[in-house]
């Protein structure tokens, strides 16, 4: 389909492992989101791509999340020594921005992909 | 405080009553709303999007933005059993070529009973 694709849908791991979420873009989106979603709660913003490069990192809870995305399309979200409360639906969005132009009409939509529900036993 | 408060009921109404669903927040330099429809175990949908204060309306939806009172609704009119899921507010500052980070509400479960 043309949406934004996340694999794998579902992934149970054991505490302390290393986990890596894989998130395709809709073609030609120059932007990239991650955020995670706990339940009851809306999502939550973790880290931004513009191209290959992160713009804000600011939402990472610490240095055991790291994301890349190295040719400006697919991106990994890694997480090591994986704890229990780390279990959550991890979501990637992605939009098309034009830098070039800087009005409010250049600001687009982000459009979701459905997520990567992650349980750490 | 959180930056963005959204009841998150449950809600249910009869089909075809007028559903209105709201979210106050607290940050006055928010610039564009948005509502997001999700689906159980699905990602989020982009239902309507706004700038600054104003009504959009898009078939059955409309969305109120009212930034002096930093309140911001979204009507569903002649609402439809398809309609249940949860519904999301969401907001951001930011102008021209990013987005950056959206905050969201808790979201709102709807259910529309047939």
């Known amino acids: 389909g043309a949406g934004v694709s996340q694999t794998p849908s579902n992934k149970v791991t054991e505490k302390g492992k290393y986990v890596e979420l894989r998130c395709d873009p809709i073609?030609?989106?120059?932007?990239l989101y991650w955020y995670r979603q706990s339940l009851g709660q809306g999502p939550e913003f973790l880290i931004y791509?513009?191209?290959?490069?992160?713009?804000?990192d600011s939402g990472l809870p610490n240095d055991r999340f790291f994301a890349v995305r190295p040719e400006g399309s697919v991106s990994t979200l890694k997480i090591q020594r994986t704890e229990r409360g780390d279990s959550a639906v991890y979501l990637c969005?992605?939009?098309?921005?034009?830098?070039?132009?800087?009005?409010?009409?250049?600001?687009?939509?982000?459009?979701f992909g459905d997520g990567t529900r992650l349980s750490i036993l | 405080q959180k930056e963005v408060e959204q009841d998150p009921g449950p809600l249910s109404v009869p089909e075809g009553a007028i559903v209105s669903l709201n979210c106050t927040y607290s940050?006055?330099?928010?610039?564009?709303f948005m509502w997001y429809r999700q689906y159980s175990r699905k990602g989020p949908e982009l239902l309507m999007y706004?700038?600054?204060?104003g009504n959009k309306e898009d078939g059955r939806f409309t969305a109120q933005v009212d930034k002096s009172s930093k309140y911001i609704s979204l009507f569903i009119r002649d609402s439809q059993p398809s309609d249940s899921a949860t519904y999301l507010c969401?907001?951001?500052?930011?102008?021209?070529?990013?987005?950056?980070?959206?905050?969201f509400g808790k979201g709102t479960k709807l259910s529309v009973k047939p």
């Open positions: 969005a992605s939009s098309l921005n034009r830098r070039q132009e800087c009005s409010r009409e250049s600001n687009q939509p982000q459009h």
């Open positions: 073609s030609g989106h120059t932007a």
């Open positions: 791509f513009q191209g290959t490069g992160a713009a804000d």
């Open positions: 940050n006055s330099a928010f610039q564009y």
């Open positions: 706004t700038y600054s204060s």
């Open positions: 969401a907001m951001s500052p930011n102008y021209g070529g990013s987005q950056g980070n959206l905050i």
